[in-house]
Nanobody, 128 residues
Framework: QVQVVESGGGLVQAGGSLRLSCTAS????????MGWFRQAPGKEREFVAA????????YYADSVKGRFTVGRGAAKNTVHLQMNSLMPEDTAVYLC?????????????????????WGQGTQVTVSA
């Protein structure tokens, strides 16, 4: 059974940094892609960043470009999200997702429907 587990959330002041990590375990394949989404209270889940495992190519939402960096971890099926220059509007539950099926449609990785497995999420709170 596949499990996706996030870690690294917390409380930080505006302008600060946090690093989130995510590991997908229990599948015999390597992931095709892993993505980060976030959901604030009363809002829809939105795309933050994603990465295709084979070539490490990153994808970002416009709202986080230049501030967030997604990268592969040293362990199999592990990704990190380095978040710098955090703002109060970044406050949300951050969820990691994994996709094992290959796709030639890279833009689909910015949608929730692209992912097969999801973690429970980790809270990120940015105070003003």
């Amino acid at each position: 059974q596949v499990q996706v587990v996030e870690s690294g959330g917390g409380l930080v002041q505006a302008g600060g940094s946090l690093r989130l990590s995510c590991t997908a375990s229990g599948h015999t394949w390597s992931t095709y892609a892993m993505g980060w989404f976030r959901q604030a209270p009363g809002k829809e889940r939105e795309f933050v960043a994603a990465l295709t495992w084979s070539d490490g190519e990153p994808y970002y939402a416009d709202s986080v470009k230049g501030r967030f960096t997604v990268g592969r971890g040293a362990a199999k099926n592990t990704v990190h999200l380095q978040m710098n220059s955090l703002m109060p509007e970044d406050t949300a539950v951050y969820l990691c997702a994994a996709r094992f099926r290959v796709s030639h449609d890279r833009p689909v990785l910015k949608t929730t429907a692209a992912y097969e497995y999801w973690g429970q999420g980790t809270q990120v709170t940015v105070s003003a």
